[in-house]
């Protein structure tokens, strides 16, 4: 039997979840929400970054995940044996970091002393890195605020300076008032979508991830000729506006493709990055969690 773990945030596995795709290649498939997951402790985003999603990948939780960029660095500075089976192209548009209009903050420099809200140990604590660093800041000249799903309303009301949003909760607080782009993800860096799983999953079970890979390639196809469709998948499961989920998701990438050197440079300097801000107690090599001929699998499917 198969696990693999989903959740919305993943939203091409969200949306394989709900279809039945996978499931006429591996019917004894099981999937597992890993928000039914044991939570675990959870560090102060001054000191680590939370590792549940690739720990769960060794501890029986599940064999096969989709994630953000932050995640599976994560998973190798806990000394976890991964190997990265695809990427998404960018998803530049999907967020970025914003203030209020006249709060006086106009770009990164000025979080100097600031509280930023962000969902941290996902792709935002990365854009947000990047970001401080390009004005010349560390994770030490800010507080971060581990908000969750709670960023906007947080800024809205004040008890925040800053926020690494995305869609659909950027449209949320769009609606209330025209937020301040401090800098865009594009330019910084690509913000793809993931997927990884062990290195002897991989390699005992290339069958297993070619159906996978090719039942999401299926599925993110239909995704992108029907987005509406889609997002109702996703309206429905945590109530916010279908109109909203519809435009996230027509300003994201659909499709794997397979993992390329630009991306791993790319994900060596965020790895970097969080070692040297104390984020990730050592240092990793990316590219140690590359397989080169998975390629061949991607490109078959």
């Given at each position: 039997m198969t696990r693999v773990g989903f959740f919305p945030h993943n939203n091409s596995l969200w949306v394989l979840r709900h279809r039945g795709v996978l499931e006429r290649s591996l019917p004894d498939v099981e999937w597992v929400d890993l928000r039914s997951l044991p939570a675990g402790a959870r560090p102060a985003p001054t000191q680590g970054l939370p590792s549940l999603h690739g720990d769960h990948l060794f501890d029986g939780g599940y064999d096969f995940i989709g994630t953000g960029s932050t995640p599976p660095v994560t998973a190798q500075a806990r000394g976890h044996d991964i190997v990265y089976v695809a990427i998404s192209g960018p998803r530049v548009d999907n967020g970025r970091l914003v203030a209020l209009p006249g709060s006086g903050i106009d770009s990164p420099a000025d979080l100097a002393g600031k509280r930023v809200a962000l969902g941290h140990g996902s792709w935002q604590t990365t854009l947000l890195l990047l970001a401080l660093d390009r004005a010349g800041l560390t994770w030490r000249d800010?507080?971060?605020?581990?908000?969750?799903?709670?960023?906007?309303?947080?800024?809205?009301?004040?008890?925040?300076?800053?926020?690494?949003?995305?869609?659909?909760?950027?449209?949320?607080?769009?609606?209330e008032t025209e937020p301040r782009t401090l800098i865009e993800t594009e330019g910084l860096f690509s913000h793809r979508s993931l997927w990884?799983?062990?290195?002897?999953?991989?390699?005992?079970?290339?069958?297993?991830?070619?159906?996978?890979?090719?039942?999401?390639?299926?599925?993110?196809?239909?995704?992108?000729?029907?987005?509406?469709?889609?997002?109702?998948?996703?309206?429905?499961?945590?109530?916010?506006?279908?109109?909203?989920?519809?435009?996230?998701?027509?300003g994201r990438p659909f499709g794997l493709l397979p993992v390329g050197d630009d991306f791993v440079a790319e994900q060596q300097r965020a790895a970097d990055l969080l070692h040297a801000n104390g984020l990730l107690d050592r240092k990793i090599t990316v590219a140690d969690a590359v397989l080169p001929d998975l390629a061949d699998l991607i490109a078959r499917a």
């Amino acid at each position: 039997m198969t696990r693999v773990g989903f959740f919305p945030h993943n939203n091409s596995l969200w949306v394989l979840r709900h279809r039945g795709v996978l499931e006429r290649s591996l019917p004894d498939v099981e999937w597992v929400d890993l928000r039914s997951l044991p939570a675990g402790a959870r560090p102060a985003p001054t000191q680590g970054l939370p590792s549940l999603h690739g720990d769960h990948l060794f501890d029986g939780g599940y064999d096969f995940i989709g994630t953000g960029s932050t995640p599976p660095v994560t998973a190798q500075a806990r000394g976890h044996d991964i190997v990265y089976v695809a990427i998404s192209g960018p998803r530049v548009d999907n967020g970025r970091l914003v203030a209020l209009p006249g709060s006086g903050i106009d770009s990164p420099a000025d979080l100097a002393g600031k509280r930023v809200a962000l969902g941290h140990g996902s792709w935002q604590t990365t854009l947000l890195l990047l970001a401080l660093d390009r004005a010349g800041l560390t994770w030490r000249d800010i507080e971060p605020v581990d908000a969750g799903a709670e960023g906007a309303q947080l800024l809205l009301d004040g008890k925040v300076d800053a926020w690494t949003g995305s869609y659909p909760a950027l449209a949320a607080l769009e609606s209330e008032t025209e937020p301040r782009t401090l800098i865009e993800t594009e330019g910084l860096f690509s913000h793809r979508s993931l997927w990884f799983t062990r290195r002897d999953f991989a390699v005992r079970h290339r069958d297993v991830l070619a159906a996978i890979v090719a039942a999401l390639q299926e599925s993110d196809a239909w995704i992108r000729a029907n987005p509406r469709e889609a997002a109702a998948l996703f309206a429905a499961d945590d109530g916010d506006d279908l109109d909203a989920w519809e435009h996230a998701l027509r300003g994201r990438p659909f499709g794997l493709l397979p993992v390329g050197d630009d991306f791993v440079a790319e994900q060596q300097r965020a790895a970097d990055l969080l070692h040297a801000n104390g984020l990730l107690d050592r240092k990793i090599t990316v590219a140690d969690a590359v397989l080169p001929d998975l390629a061949d699998l991607i490109a078959r499917a």
